[in-house]
């Protein structure tokens, strides 16, 4: 089994920053992919991929957050970060970590973490 936990989250106004930490821990074997999906109000069968991060450092983005936000890892510490800037309201979502790991490849899912974004 593989434990994620993020942390992060919280209240911050238009144009401000946050940066989400999720870490993994357990029967983690080989950790593949890890990433962030996010969950807006009202949309509660919408999952968006926001961005994720391979093993080796190569990183896709949601076209809402390029340019403003960035995923990084620390494969030592079984972590995965996004940082979020230039924040606007509709960046308002449960934000949620996943990662693939072991053989056969599994998803796991962390708790959700709220990022509201307002004045």
């Known amino acids: 089994q593989v434990q994620l936990v993020e942390s992060g989250g919280g209240l911050v106004q238009p144009g401000g920053s946050l940066r989400l930490s999720c870490a993994a821990s357990?029967?983690?074997?080989?950790?593949?992919?890890m990433g962030w999906f996010r969950r807006a109000p009202g949309k509660q069968r919408e999952r968006e991929l926001v961005?994720?991060?391979?093993?080796?450092?190569?990183?896709h983005y949601h076209n809402s957050g390029k340019g403003r936000f960035t995923i990084s890892r620390d494969n030592a510490k079984n972590t995965v970060y996004l940082q979020m800037n230039s924040l606007k309201p509709e960046d308002t979502a449960v934000y949620y970590c996943?990662?693939?790991?072991?053989?056969?490849?599994?998803?796991?899912w962390g708790q959700g973490t709220q990022v509201t974004v307002s004045s």
């Open positions: 996943y990662t693939v790991a072991g053989a056969p490849p599994i998803d796991y």
């Open positions: 357990g029967s983690i074997g080989s950790i593949n992919a």
């Open positions: 961005a994720a991060i391979g093993s080796g450092g190569s990183s």
